[in-house]
DNA sequence: TTGTAGGCGTTATCAA
DNA sequence: TTGATAACGCCTACAA
């Protein structure tokens, strides 16, 4: 069935524009070093034949690929969407290609992933976080693969990051939320082990909570995956307990969004039998009933950052790298003073 | 800055493991044609130097790349994350690789992407729907790429397609509307140029209206992108005439979450004081209050089938091809009998 | 401004 | 079971 097709090469360019190969690829890369008459006629015969350059002979003959790769820990829910998005947008300004995998959460799969993107000679690499076995950091440099660490930051580390200070945001919230007169708060966190925005969201809170005189053991935690359907099942679990939470402070939005909906569904209202709370203010926290209070991140800007780093690093340039972005907390009606 | 490292290459495997580069070849794709002895020497050589393959020199070799590149109008909602999470995991299994590229709505982009994704190599593409440029379908047969068309279904066209008929279902969906008592619609469409989904589905609200003897010059409807904000101004303008809609159809999920969320920050209730319905079942259908009736789709199923079609295709077997999926509207509290 | 020719890192076809 | 060696399609000194 599979008929091979001839598939025009830059020789058949070249034959049909009797010039030689060198000469239409100059046509292709360097404009300005041919004289218009031939280009002219180059481009006509590439126009006719359907030419299109082989992107791995390109890629393996020049030795560069103007492609990044960025690795996302999921596609699932929105939370990397919009950062992504913008990523790609100023990548593609710049005319560089993105490819983009994601690693479900597994530091295994995702090690194998970055082997797989530079094996393909991506140029650059867009990580999330900065917890990952020293081996991966040690592969990368070994490679000399310029790589950015973005959705987080760590200012003292040897590492390129974008990101925001999970830690001190979810801190801030905490105070916020026990300011309003909160005293039995209950944490939805999503599992820290191999996530450090999770991981940093948590000590965060654990940081307030001990910071206004109380004990670590009075302080309900469970990790649960970023769904919200295990948001909802943890609500059911933190509720059934004699002393009730006032608020539920979640690691995510999306763990926020399945308590909200399982809370009303059960017949409890948010916020006045009990308040929660979000981190990351996606397109979802804004839809949800009663509106999530959450920390806005601002994702569409970390995105453009992150690409002019990577970019500025792969091509030598001078520039700023690392960057710490401000976040804030966005109030709605999901957290009510007591 | 860049010190070139050196990055090992079959050679310097060879030369380690003292054979020639074709037997490191043979013990990384073939190892059932070399002896154990010297398997392990390649393998030890391999682990010593940290040996990866390159791709491209890979692919260009084999004339194969075992991937399969994606081609989705956007990743910022999450009308394509589950249907695409499963594709990528059946093709994992499969031992294929998945390329994504988002086109952003646009036409000319997606050739483009389309374009990018054969010069990489792609043995095989997933595009969303069938309306596109006729070039475009002359361009993937001369070169012989296998296609797989989703999210749309058109069994008399000469193309693959695994999805569902969204003309159909959109109209059951309306019928069914009618039959709660409504007679006050108002249609909130995607933007149907360059889109056959939302096309289609309008067609079948359309054909619902007519059926049931309307006429379609009753029948308000706006086009607005798929965007939840687009929906939320859209319901402003559609409430602000003499007879208010009774329901208001949307093309989309994440046009009816928006019409819903503005609703009641109107202090409109829905479902007493208006309907509202969206097509695709997303998370965010559940998530808005109230939940949304809607169209539910088999997204992962639907992933699922698309990769054995495209893998099928590929490899030249025998088997399914083209397939149409069922849906069923999905009863949730923003439909109201009247 | 253009052409020649070597090389990029694999795989695959032959022989040995 | 192994080893030479010719592709694969393009880029890029270097020469002309």
């Given at each position: 069935?599979?008929?091979?097709?001839?598939?025009?090469?830059?020789?058949?360019?070249?034959?049909?524009?009797?010039?030689?190969?060198?000469?239409?690829?100059?046509?292709?890369?360097?404009?300005?070093?041919?004289?218009?008459?031939?280009?002219?006629?180059?481009?006509?015969?590439?126009?006719?034949?359907?030419?299109?350059?082989?992107?791995?002979?390109?890629?393996?003959?020049?030795?560069?690929?103007?492609?990044?790769?960025?690795?996302?820990?999921?596609?699932?829910?929105?939370?990397?969407?919009?950062?992504?998005?913008?990523?790609?947008?100023?990548?593609?300004?710049?005319?560089?290609?993105?490819?983009?995998?994601?690693?479900?959460?597994?530091?295994?799969?995702?090690?194998?992933?970055?082997?797989?993107?530079?094996?393909?000679?991506?140029?650059?690499?867009?990580?999330?976080?900065?917890?990952?076995?020293?081996?991966?950091?040690?592969?990368?440099?070994?490679?000399?693969?310029?790589?950015?660490?973005?959705?987080?930051?760590?200012?003292?580390?040897?590492?390129?990051?974008?990101?925001?200070?999970?830690?001190?945001?979810?801190?801030?919230?905490?105070?916020?939320?026990?300011?309003?007169?909160h005293r039995q708060?209950?944490?939805?966190?999503?599992?820290?082990?191999?996530?450090?925005?999770?991981?940093?969201?948590?000590?965060?809170?654990?940081?307030?909570?001990?910071?206004?005189?109380?004990?670590?053991?009075?302080?309900?935690?469970?990790?649960?995956?970023?769904?919200?359907?295990?948001?909802?099942?943890?609500?059911?679990?933190?509720?059934?307990?004699?002393?009730?939470?006032?608020?539920?402070?979640?690691g995510n939005d999306?763990?926020?969004?399945?308590?909200?909906?399982?809370?009303?569904?059960?017949?409890?209202?948010?916020?006045?039998?009990?308040?929660?709370?979000?981190?990351?203010?996606?397109?979802?926290?804004?839809?949800?009933?009663?509106?999530?209070?959450?920390?806005?991140?601002?994702?569409?800007?970390?995105?453009?950052?992150?690409?002019?780093?990577?970019?500025?690093?792969?091509?030598?340039?001078?520039?700023?790298?690392?960057?710490?972005?401000?976040?804030?907390?966005?109030?709605?009606?999901?957290?009510?003073?007591?």
């Amino acid at each position: 069935m599979h008929e091979t097709p001839h598939i025009p090469t830059l020789d058949d360019v070249a034959k049909v524009a009797a010039v030689s190969t060198a000469t239409v690829s100059r046509c292709l890369n360097e404009k300005q070093k041919v004289s218009a008459k031939t280009l002219a006629k180059v481009l006509e015969a590439v126009e006719s034949l359907g030419y299109t350059p082989n992107f791995n002979a390109r890629a393996m003959a020049a030795k560069q690929s103007r492609t990044i790769g960025a690795i996302i820990p999921t596609m699932e829910n929105a939370i990397f969407a919009r950062g992504l998005q913008a990523f790609q947008e100023t990548l593609l300004e710049q005319r560089y290609n993105l490819l983009v995998s994601s690693s479900a959460y597994q530091p295994k799969l995702e090690a194998q992933q970055i082997r797989e993107l530079v094996a393909r000679g991506a140029d650059g690499l867009l990580l999330i976080g900065y917890e990952r076995d020293e081996a991966v950091y040690d592969y990368l440099a070994r490679r000399g693969i310029p790589t950015v660490l973005a959705w987080a930051s760590k200012p003292d580390s040897r590492h390129v990051s974008v990101g925001f200070d999970n830690r001190a945001a979810m801190r801030q919230l905490t105070d916020r939320v026990i300011e309003m007169g909160h005293r039995q708060l209950a944490v939805i966190s999503g599992i820290v082990d191999g996530n450090d925005r999770a991981a940093e969201r948590l000590a965060g809170i654990q940081d307030s909570w001990q910071a206004h005189g109380f004990h670590l053991d009075d302080l309900p935690v469970i990790q649960r995956p970023y769904e919200t359907k295990s948001g909802a099942a943890a609500f059911e679990e933190l509720v059934q307990v004699d002393v009730k939470p006032t608020v539920i402070m979640c690691g995510n939005d999306v763990l926020a969004a399945g308590v909200v909906s399982r809370a009303r569904d059960l017949g409890f209202s948010v916020p006045d039998d009990i308040s929660v709370t979000g981190f990351d203010d996606i397109e979802l926290a804004k839809h949800v009933y009663p509106a999530l209070t959450t920390v806005h991140v601002p994702h569409r800007k970390m995105g453009r950052i992150a690409a002019d780093s990577l970019i500025n690093l792969i091509e030598d340039r001078e520039g700023e790298v690392s960057q710490q972005l401000d976040v804030f907390i966005q109030m709605r009606a999901s957290l009510k003073q007591l």
